[in-house]
């Protein structure tokens, strides 16, 4: 009656956080199972960031209680952002067991143990530093730690702030003590995640360690450890930050940078807090100092009150940076927001789609060209696996984060190999290992 499946929606800072519930599961005696069909209990870490993530799982939820009428013991739980948003209307409506807030993954066990419960309480402290996560679907080279928890950024369409709670880092020993043991499991790619990982700040002895700081203590564990970041916000990416980058050849050459929108209105009606000429600095800063470095973006198509104009400033935004990749959103309303309470929803919803194909579309080409441009170049790839279309090739990633794929000869998972790029798509990058 002990195994459970844990299904992960959303952003890795889920992916990490499932790990939690992971270990505080097995520590207590259950069993983690790959299989839905093994399961005795379900749970389902949710995202609520948009309204058709959501939809997603309430199907989900619902498509599951037919797997409940074949055996009646099972339990389903949600966890994560949406058992925030939305508490105990989920046992009500959606008929769920457990429903289990970020802040509450150490009393799971507890919760399951019950034939329902809630806890969604947020805490101004709780980090999990103590808890090293359970690896779930891992590739044994790519792993994510959490180091920091929260926001209070408060960008008016955005509901992380009241699913998350309150900024607060983990201390910086823990983080360091998690890398040096998963470098030592055979883990080579590792992203620390924050919402806002330019906050990162811990008062250890007395001295306050800052990201910057805490990014070249991770990265000097060992010159094979490869060391990426997300989400950095534009208002305070530092020069120090952006120098730590350029210091160390392990710091990956790619930084995620989400503008949001190219119009100084809009970023200002998002209480973005910084102007397009600053987040262009920025750009330029990054360039500047480190001119191989990939950068990425978020942007929303379609926020209250954004004009035919405004929208073609998105356009030219992308066209200035030349963004390497996005990742790209219409506008959805969220209860609970400032945008909800203050702002009128009042782009059409075919109107939010177009925006939205035309900016996909850009992208399309951008992420073509800048593809393009690597034809030629050799990169240093690390191996993630075998290519899922065909097994006698390989697929890794370059420091910008780029997918490439070649040929396997008598490589495998975890080695380095350079790789000097022959053709491209706008998503991949083929090539062949030099030497
Ligand atoms: N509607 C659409 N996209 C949103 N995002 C956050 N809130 C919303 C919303 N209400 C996007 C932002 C953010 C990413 C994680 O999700 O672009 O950076
Ligand atoms: Fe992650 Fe935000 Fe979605 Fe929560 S709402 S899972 S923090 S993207």
Redesign the pocket.
Known sequence: MNNVYIETYG?QMNQADSGIVGKVLEDNGYKLVSSQDDADVILINTCA??DNAEKRIHNRVHDLQALKKKNPLLKIGIIGCMAERLQDSLIKEDKVNIVCGPDSYRKIHELINQSTAIDVELSKDETYEDIIPAQLNSDGISAFISIMRGCENF?T????PYTRGKERSRSPQSIIQEAKQLFDDGYRDITLLGQNVNSYIYTEDGKEVRFAELLVRVARINPSLRVRFA?SHPKDLSEELVNAIASMPNICKYIHL?V?SGSNIMLKKMNRKYTVEEYLAKIDLIRKKIPDCAIST???AGFCGETEEDHAMTLDIFRKVRYDSA?M??????PG?V?HKRFVDDIEETEKVRRLQEIIDLQRELSLQSNQKDIGKTFEVLVEGESKRDSSKLFGRTSQNKVVIFDKGDNKKGDYIDVIIENCTSATLFGKKIN
């Open positions: 952003c960031v948009r960008c369409y955005c509901v992380v989400t989400p949001q978020d942007v929303i990742f959103f219409k506008y959805s309303d969220r927001t945008a």
